[in-house]
C-alpha cells in the first residue's frame, strides 16, 4: 500500500491488484485498487491474466513472498503466462525474503501437481525452480533486498545475478506528525506512562523465533532496576508469545517491561512509542541484514541500535559508527553492550547520527523509489 502511494505521489499510474479486502483497510490515496482476486490458486489465474490483460500497464511489479499466497505455484508461473501473452511488458519480482522462512507448506494435491505438469510443459521445464518456479528465470528483473538474498537466487538459478538489483526494505510505517523530536518523545513517553527521566530501551518489529526475544529478555534481567524495556510488535502465535513473557519473569525485570502489542504501520502509535524509546535493541539469530524492515524504522528514526552480527555482514554496517554489533544468542554480551551505551551519551549521540545518515543513504523512500522504477524501466538482462 506504501509503495503504491509512494509511486503515485511521483505522478505514476499506479492499479493495485489484490485480494479481497479486510474491512478496515485503509482507502487508498492516489491509486486505483482492484481487489478481484478470490484466492491465489488455479482457479483464479484465469483472472489474473485477463486483469492484467484489462490493465495493460506498462510494467507489472510482484511483490512475492510464499505464504502470502498460500505457497501456490499459480503466482510463481505468472512471468511465464504473462511473457506468452504481453511479451514487451517488463515483468519484475521483488522477493520480500528468500522463502522456506515460514515453514509452510506447498500444495501438493492432484489438481494442482497435474497443471503444474502441463504448464512446466508449454513454460519449458528447463531453468524451473521448485519453489520459485519461472520467478527467477523469466522475471525480466528481480529485485531482491539484501545481498545474502542475491546470493540464495543465484545458487537457485545460476546467471540470475545480472538481473538483480538490490534495494533494501523501506521504512513501512506512518511517522509521528510531530516535527521536533523532543516533543514527539514526551508524547510518546505519556502514551506508554514514562517520566522524561526513565531510561528505556525498547524493541520494535514483529516477534517470531528468529527474532533473538529469548537473548533480549534473558539480557534484560541483568541490567539495572532502573531500566525500562518496550517491546513494540505482536505476533500470531500465542504458545510462543506466551512462553516470552513466562521466560521474562524467570529472567527477571518482568514488571519493567511494557508488552505494547501489534501496531498498525497506517497509524503513528509505533513512531511515537519508537521517539520514546533511548536505544533500539534488534538481537536478531542469523545477524542483521538490510532486508530487516525493522532495522530500516529504528535507524529513520535516528535511534542507536544495538543489533548482532552474523557469519557475514553487509557493507553499510558499521560498528561504532552506525550501531553496534553483539554476537547473536549472547546475553551477556548484549547487556555488556546496553550498559555501556547507557553510560556514554557522547556515542549514542554518535550512533543516532549514523542511524540518520545509514537511513538517508540506504532505506529513504526517496532512494527505494528512484531504485525501483529504474528497475521498472530497464531493458532484460540490464540493471
Not at 516470552?244 to 511494557?258: F, H, V
Request: with cysteine; aromatic share 8%; charged share 20%.
Amino acid at each position: 500500500m506504501m509503495l503504491c502511494e509512494q509511486l503515485a505521489s511521483r505522478g505514476i499510474e499506479v492499479d493495485l491488484l489484490t485480494s479481497e479486502l479486510l474491512p478496515d483497510f485503509p482507502a487508498p490515496k492516489g491509486f486505483r485498487l482492484h481487489p478481484l482476486m478470490k484466492s491465489w490458486g488455479w482457479r483464479q489465474f484465469p483472472n489474473l491474466l485477463f486483469s492484467v490483460r484489462r490493465m495493460r500497464p506498462d510494467a507489472l511489479l510482484l511483490i512475492y513472498i510464499d505464504w502470502i499466497y498460500d505457497c501456490h505455484p499459480m503466482i510463481t508461473f505468472a512471468p511465464a503466462a504473462l511473457r506468452w501473452l504481453q511479451p514487451n511488458m517488463p515483468f519484475v519480482t521483488q522477493f520480500e525474503n528468500v522463502s522456506g522462512l515460514t515453514g509452510a507448506s506447498h500444495p501438493n494435491g492432484r489438481a494442482v501437481r497435474l497443471v503444474s505438469w502441463l504448464l512446466s510443459l508449454l513454460a519449458g521445464k528447463r531453468g524451473l525452480h521448485p519453489s520459485y518456479g519461472s520467478l527467477l528465470r523469466d522475471s525480466r528483473n528481480v529485485i531482491a533486498l539484501s545481498e545474502r538474498h542475491l546470493e540464495v537466487f543465484e545458487q537457485a538459478h545460476p546467471g540470475v545475478s545480472s538481473k538483480v538489483l538490490i534495494i533494501p526494505a523501506p521504512p513501512i510505517m506512518r511517522f509521528a506528525a510531530e516535527s521536533n523530536p523532543r516533543l514527539a518523545r514526551q508524547r510518546g513517553r505519556a502514551v506508554l506512562g514514562l517520566s522524561d527521566k526513565e531510561v528505556v530501551v525498547g524493541y520494535f518489529g514483529y516477534i517470531y523465533w528468529m527474532k533473538g526475544m529469548e537473548t533480549l529478555l534473558e539480557a534484560f534481567g541483568r541490567l539495572a532496576s532502573d531500566t525500562r524495556l518496550v517491546i513494540i510488535g505482536g505476533s500470531k502465535d500465542m504458545v510462543y508469545l506466551n512462553k516470552l513473557k513466562e521466560l521474562s519473569q524467570t529472567a527477571g525485570g518482568a514488571d519493567r517491561i511494557i508488552w505494547v502489542g501489534h501496531c498498525k504501520p497506517e497509524e503513528e502509535l509505533g513512531s511515537l512509542c519508537l521517539r520514546a524509546l533511548d536505544i533500539c535493541v534488534l538481537p536478531f539469530n542469523d545477524g542483521v541484514r538490510l532486508n530487516n524492515s525493522s532495522f530500516s524504522v529504528a535507524a529513520s528514526h535516528g535511534l542507536p541500535i544495538i543489533t548482532t552480527r552474523g557469519e557475514t555482514l553487509e557493507s553499510p554496517f558499521l560498528d561504532g559508527e552506525n550501531v553496534v554489533l553483539c554476537p547473536p544468542r549472547d546475553p551477556t554480551a548484549l547487556a555488556a553492550a546496553i550498559t555501556e551505551l547507557f553510560r556514554s551519551p557522547e556515542k549514542r549521540s554518535r550512533l543516532a547520527a549514523g542511524s540518520r545518515k545509514l537511513a538517508e543513504n540506504c532505506f529513504s523512500w526517496e532512494k527505494v523509489i528512484g531504485a525501483t522504477l529504474t528497475v521498472l524501466q530497464a531493458p532484460a538482462e540490464q540493471k
